[in-house]
C-alpha cells in the first residue's frame, strides 16, 4: 500500500463510481422526452460503448506520445466534464455526443490507468495488486448503478450529472501525484500488433469468452427466471459480482506465489459450470448457486488472463496489454448479450444458458495451445542456459 497505490485507487474510484452513477441515468434521461422509446435508449448505450472500444484501440498510440499519466488525466476531464453539461438540451443528437466524449474519455482511464497500476506494482506482487485495483473498481460498479437511478428519481437528473462530474474531476488532483511512463519516441507494441502475438492474443480470446456469460447474467437473468421471483435475481445479481471480487483478490495471491498460468483453465472451467447451474432457471436456489459459481470463476479468469498478459511484456506494451483485456471485457459481454438473445429466441432460456455454458468451453482449446506453448519457451529457455553455463565452465 505505497502513498501513489493509493493515489492510483482515488482515481480508480473516481472513473468507475462517474462512469456506473450515469450508466442507467443517461438512457433515463433519454427516454424521459414523450414519444421516444427503448431504442432511443439502446442508441445511447451504444454510442457509450463504441466510443470505449474506439478509445481503447487509440489508447495505447496516445500513451506513447504523450505519457500515461497525462492520458489518464486527459480520459479524468473528458469522463466529466460532458456530464456537468448533459441537461443543456435533451436533443438525442447532444445526448449522444456527450456519451460518445464520455465513452472516449472512460477508455483513457481504462488504458493508461492499467498500464500506470502495472508500472507501480512491483512483478512478484502484480497479481494481488491488479485484483485490489479491481476491488476498488467494482465496488464503485455496485453502488453506482442503483444509487444513479434512485438519485435521477428523487433529486432529478442535474443532480445526479453534477455528482457524476465531480467525482470525476476532483480525481484529476490524484493524478499529479502518481509517476508513469513519459513521452517516448521509443517503438511501443500497438494494439493489432499485440492481438497477432499468441502470447497476448491466447490469454485474451480466453477471457472474451469468458465475459460472454457475464453480459449475459446481467442483461437476462430477470427475464429468464419465472415471475415472482424478483428477490431470487436480486440475490444473484448481487452474489456474482461479490463472488467475483472476492475470487479475484485470492487469485491474484495464488498468482504471485504459484504463477497466474495455471489458473486460467480453473477459472475458465468454473465460470462454465456456474452457467450451466443458472440453466436451472426454475429453481431458485440454483439460479443464486450458478450465479455465485459463475463470479468465482469469472474473478479467477480476470485475475489470471490479465496477470499473465502483463508478465508478457516489457513496460513499453502494459498500455497494450490494458486495452486488449479491456476490448475482450467490452466485446465479450456485449456479442455474447447480442448472441444470446437471439439463441433464447429460438430454444428458450434454459437450453440458451446450456448452449453458452458449451462455447465458453471451446475456449479450452486456446488455453491448452498457451499451456503448451508456455512449457515449450521454458524447455528452450532452459536448454538454453544449461548450454551458456556449460560454455561459461
Not at 11 to 19: D, I, R, W, Y
Not at 192 to 207: E, K, V
Not at 261 to 266: F, H, K, N, R
Request: aromatic share 8%.
Amino acid at each position: 500500500m505505497t502513498r501513489p497505490l493509493l493515489l492510483r485507487f482515488v482515481t480508480v474510484v473516481g472513473s468507475s463510481a462517474s462512469f456506473f452513477l450515469l450508466l442507467a441515468v443517461v438512457p433515463a434521461y433519454a427516454q424521459s422526452v414523450p414519444g421516444r422509446g427503448s431504442d432511443q435508449a439502446g442508441l445511447v448505450t451504444g454510442a457509450l460503448m463504441l466510443a470505449t472500444v474506439g478509445g481503447e484501440l487509440l489508447a495505447p498510440w496516445l500513451a506513447a506520445r504523450c505519457g500515461h499519466r497525462v492520458l489518464l488525466g486527459a480520459g479524468l476531464l473528458l469522463l466529466g466534464a460532458p456530464a456537468l453539461v448533459l441537461t443543456v438540451s435533451q436533443s438525442m443528437a447532444w445526448i449522444v455526443a456527450v456519451c460518445l466524449v464520455r465513452g472516449l474519455g472512460f477508455a483513457f482511464t481504462l488504458v493508461a490507468g492499467g498500464a500506470l497500476t502495472a508500472s507501480l506494482i512491483p512483478p512478484e506482487r502484480r497479481g494481488e495488486g491488479l485484483a485490489l485495483i479491481g476491488v476498488m473498481a467494482g465496488v464503485p460498479s455496485l453502488v453506482g448503478l442503483p444509487l444513479g437511478s434512485w438519485l435521477a428519481l428523487h433529486a432529478g437528473y442535474g443532480p445526479v450529472c453534477t455528482a457524476a462530474a465531480l467525482l470525476s474531476l476532483i480525481s484529476i488532483a490524484a493524478v499529479l501525484g502518481l509517476s508513469g511512463r513519459k513521452a517516448t519516441r521509443e517503438p511501443s507494441l500497438g494494439v493489432f500488433a499485440g492481438a497477432r502475438s499468441g502470447a497476448l492474443a491466447r490469454p485474451t480470446a480466453i477471457f472474451a469468452v469468458t465475459a460472454i456469460g457475464a453480459g449475459i447474467v446481467v442483461t437476462f437473468l430477470p427475464s429468464a427466471v419465472a415471475p415472482g421471483h424478483a428477490g431470487v435475481v436480486a440475490a444473484a445479481l448481487f452474489v456474482q459480482p461479490a463472488a467475483a471480487t472476492a475470487s479475484r483478490w485470492f487469485a491474484g495471491r495464488h498468482a504471485d506465489r504459484r504463477g497466474a498460468a495455471g489458473l486460467v483453465v480453473p477459472g475458465l472451467v468454473v465460470s462454465a459450470a456456474g452457467i450451466l447451474v443458472v440453466a436451472l432457471t426454475s429453481v431458485p436456489v440454483a439460479v443464486v448457486a450458478g450465479a455465485a459459481v459463475f463470479g468465482t470463476g469469472f474473478g479467477i479468469a480476470q485475475s489470471a488472463t490479465i496477470t499473465l498478459m502483463y508478465s508478457r511484456v516489457p513496460v513499453s506494451g502494459y498500455a497494450t496489454v490494458s486495452a486488449l483485456w479491456n476490448i475482450a471485457y467490452d466485446a465479450g459481454m456485449g456479442l455474447g448479450a447480442v448472441g444470446f438473445g437471439t439463441v433464447a429466441g429460438l430454444t428458450g432460456y434454459p437450453w440458451a444458458f446450456a448452449l453458452t455454458a458449451l462455447l465458453m468451453l471451446t475456449a479450452l482449446v486456446p488455453a491448452w495451445w498457451d499451456h503448451t506453448a508456455t512449457r515449450t519457451q521454458r524447455a528452450t529457455a532452459k536448454a538454453h542456459l544449461a548450454v551458456t553455463e556449460e560454455e561459461q565452465r
